[in-house]
C-alpha cells in the first residue's frame, strides 16, 4: 500500500492526521507500506514535506528525484511511476543508492518492461508494472480545475474536490479522451493488465501498481488477488470488472499496442 | 555580464544563420531519436555537429548537443555513442536528462560539461544541488513551471548555472514528465523525442469548417477562414464539466522578451529560444533580436520594443509560468 499525497500539497492538509492511523493499521494486518513523495516539488513548504517523509518511520516512494537527498544514507526505498525509470542504467544507478523496488513508468512497451526486469533481477530489485486504473500522462505547473473555474492554483478554493476520480474530458466530437485532477492529466481509459498478466508474469514482473478508484475498489483489488492466484483468467478478470461500471473504457495499449489508448479485446472498448 | 542567448539549429545551415546573428551559444542534436527534436530532415550527421562546432568555434560561440531524451532499455549504447561523438566532435557541452546516462557521461567522460535538460523537470534548489553534486551538472535548463521570483530563490541557493526559455514554443506540463503524446499516436518526448508528431495528424474539411485529429482524436476545429494552429494535443479544444474550450493552453507560444531585466536579476545565465524546426531566417530573426535586447541592457538602454510579435505565426503570446497568474 502506498499512502500519501502524490499530485497537489494543498489536498494533504485535509487528510494528513489520518495518515498515521492508517499505517498503524496497514501494518498491524501484515501489509507493507510506503509513503508517496510529491510528483513535482517546487515550493519551499513542499521541500519541507518532502523532507519530512523519513520521520513517518515507513519507507519512502520517491516520486522525483528531490526525494532522494533527503533520504538517511543506506536507506532502503522505492521508485514510483512518475520516476523516469527507462533503462538498466539508471535502474542501476537507483538500485546503488538503495532502491529495491521500481514500478515503471506507465508508457514503456512490454519489450523494455522485460529487459529491466532481467536486469532488475540481478541486481535485486522488484519490478512493478502499472497494473490497473486511469493512467497518469502528465503533471503541470497550472491547475486545471482551478483554470476550468477561472480561477488560479494560489486561489483555487479546492475546486477539484468533487472529482475524486478526475473531471472528464472530451473532445468537440464528444469523445472521452483524458480527465483532469488539479495538477495532473489522466487518461480517459482504466489501463487493464488482466489480459496480459501471462506475458507480463513472463516478462518477469512481480508487482501490478492498482491505482484507486472511488467506485468498487475493493472487489477490483480482489478480483487481481483471484487473477494472480489462477482462480480467474484474464477473460473472466475483464468481464468482471466490466461488470464494476460498464462505462469504464479499458486500454492495455502502451504495453502491448500502437498507442496507449489501444485495447487488445476491441470488444470493450468505446 | 552580458546574458547568453542560446539558440536552436535544427540544421548546419540554420547553425550558421544563427552564428553570424550573434548568438553566443547553439544547441543542436543528432539525427536520430537520442534528441527531443528528432524530426524528419532535422538534425546533424557526425560530419556536420564536427563541421558546425568548428564554425562557431572559429566565430567565437560554443555549441551544446541535446542528448535528452531517455534511453531505450537494451539499446542504451546508441545514447553512449551519442555523448562519445559529442565529446568528440568538440562539443562545449552535452544537455541530458536521464539518470543513466548522466552517470555514464559523469563516470566515462570526465572532461565534458554537463547541463541537465528540461526533460529532467529538476524545478528546486534541492534536486538542482542534488545533479550537481551526483553528476557535476554545471548548467540546469529550469522547467517551464516557475515564476520569476521562484527562479531568484533557486538561484540564491545554487551555484549551478540556470537557463531559462524565453521564446517560442511552450509546453504546459512539465517536460519529461508528460505522455499525452503516446498515449494518441504511440510516440512520447521521452522515448521518441517527438511530440503530437505530423504522422499522426489528419485534417478533413466538412462543410467549410476544418476538422484538425491527432491519433484520431480531434484537437480543433475551425471555421475555414479562421487560423488553424498545428494540433497539439495540450493547446486542443476539449470539453469538461460544461464547458467547451483551451482547458490546457491557449494556442499560444512564449515570450518573455520584456522580462529580461527580471530575469537579469533573478540571477539567470543564459535565455533559450525554443525551436529547432524553425527555418534559418525565423532563427536568425529571433537571434538579432534578443542579442540587441542584451546587449541594450548591458549598455543601460532600454529594451527595443515589441520587435517579436510578427514571428509567432500569428499566434497570441504569453509569458507563461514566469507570471505567477498563469497557474
Redesign the interface.
Known sequence: MVLGELICSKRLPFYQDCIPDAIATLLAAGKNVALTSL????L?R??KLTAELVEMGVEVEIN???A???LPKGSRFSVGP?V?V?????????ASRGAHRVCL????PL???E??AT?GAKIGVTIEVWGHGR?P????????H???HDR???NCQFACEHDPDG?????????P??A?NGVQ?L?DTHACVAHQIDAITKAGVSALRLSPQSKGFVILCELYRQLLDGKLDGAQTVDAICRIDCDTRLSD??LM?????DWSRARATT | MVMEIVCPAGTPAALRAAVKAGAHTIYCGFADETNARNFPGLNFDRNEMREGVSFAHAHGAKVLVAINT?????D?AIWHRAVADAEACGADAVIL?????L??TAQTHLGLRRHLSVQA????A??I???AETFGVKRVVL????SVP?IA?INAETDVETEVFVFGGLC???E?????S?????L?P??NGVCSPASHVEYSDDHGVLNAQL?G?????VGKNDPAPYPTL?K??????G??GH???DPVSLNAEHLIPQLQKAGVTALKIEGRQRSRSYVAQVVRNFRAAVDALEAGKPLPEGMLARLSEGQAMTTG?YK????
Open positions: 510528483a513535482l516539488v517546487t519551499k513542499e521541500r522525483d528525484l528531490t532522494l537527498p533527503y512518475l523516469n527507462y533503462n538498466e542504467g539508471t535502474l542501476a544507478w537507483l513508468p506507465p508508457e514503456m519489450k523494455s518492461v529487459t529491466l536486469a493512467l500522462l502528465a503533471i503541470s505547473g497550472r491547475c486545471y482551478a483554470r476550468l488560479t492554483k494560489d473531471l472528464d474530458v472530451r473532445t468537440v466530437d464528444d469523445q479522451f483524458m483532469m492529466t487518461s495499449g502502451f499496442g500502437a498507442r496507449g489508448a | 531517455f534511453p531505450r532499455a537494451g542504451e536528462a536521464d539518470p543513466g546516462l552517470d555514464h523537470a529538476a524545478a528546486n534541492d534536486v544541488n542534488f545533479y522547467p517551464r513551471v516557475l521562484e530563490a504546459v506540463m512539465a519529461g514528465r508528460c505522455s499525452l503516446s498515449y494518441a499516436t504511440g512520447s521521452n522515448m491519433g482524436y480531434t484537437i480543433h476545429r495540450c486542443g479544444c476539449f470539453g469538461a464539466g464547458k467547451t482547458l490546457f493552453e509560468a505567477k497568474t498563469w497557474r
